[in-house]
C-alpha cells in the first residue's frame, strides 16, 4: 500500500508564503505524474497543481502564476511553493499521483493544514 506523508502547512498571512512537501513510498515513483490536491470545508476535493513524469506542469486557474510544483525523484518526493496566498487557498493539502486529473492511488494521506488568515 503506498504510504503518502505530507507536511509544510501552517498558519500564513495573506501575501505570504509556504512550501509543502509529500514523500511517496512507492517503487518506481519516477514513473508517476504526481499532484497536489487541496480541500476546503464543506467543498470537494480538487487538482491544485500536476507534474508528469517529465517535469511538465499544469495548474488550476485559480493558482496560476502563484503556485510551483515540482519533483523529485530520487527521494521519491513532490513539493509545492505557493507564494501570494490567499484567505480562499485555506485547505487541507493532500498528494497522490495523477491519472489524467484523478486521483491514481487509492489511500491518501493525513495532509496538511494550510490557513491564510490576518
Known amino acids: 500500500q503506498v504510504q503518502l506523508v505530507e507536511s509544510g502547512g501552517g498558519l500564513v498571512q495573506p501575501g505570504g508564503s509556504l512550501r509543502l512537501s509529500c514523500t511517496c513510498s512507492?517503487?518506481?515513483?519516477?514513473?508517476?505524474?504526481m499532484a497536489w490536491y487541496r480541500q476546503a470545508p464543506g467543498k470537494e476535493r480538487e487538482l491544485v497543481a500536476r507534474?508528469?513524469?517529465?517535469?511538465?506542469?499544469n495548474y488550476a486557474d485559480s493558482v496560476k502564476g502563484r503556485f510551483t510544483i515540482s519533483r523529485d525523484n530520487a527521494v521519491n518526493a513532490v513539493y509545492l511553493q505557493m507564494n501570494s496566498l490567499k484567505p480562499e487557498d485555506s485547505a487541507v493539502y493532500y498528494c497522490?499521483?495523477?491519472?489524467?486529473?484523478?486521483?491514481?492511488?487509492?489511500?491518501w494521506g493525513r495532509g496538511t493544514q494550510v490557513t491564510v488568515s490576518a
Open positions: 497522490n499521483g495523477a491519472f489524467g486529473n484523478q486521483p491514481l492511488f487509492p489511500s
Open positions: 512507492i517503487s518506481g515513483f519516477n514513473i508517476y505524474h
Open positions: 507534474v508528469t513524469t517529465d517535469d511538465k506542469t
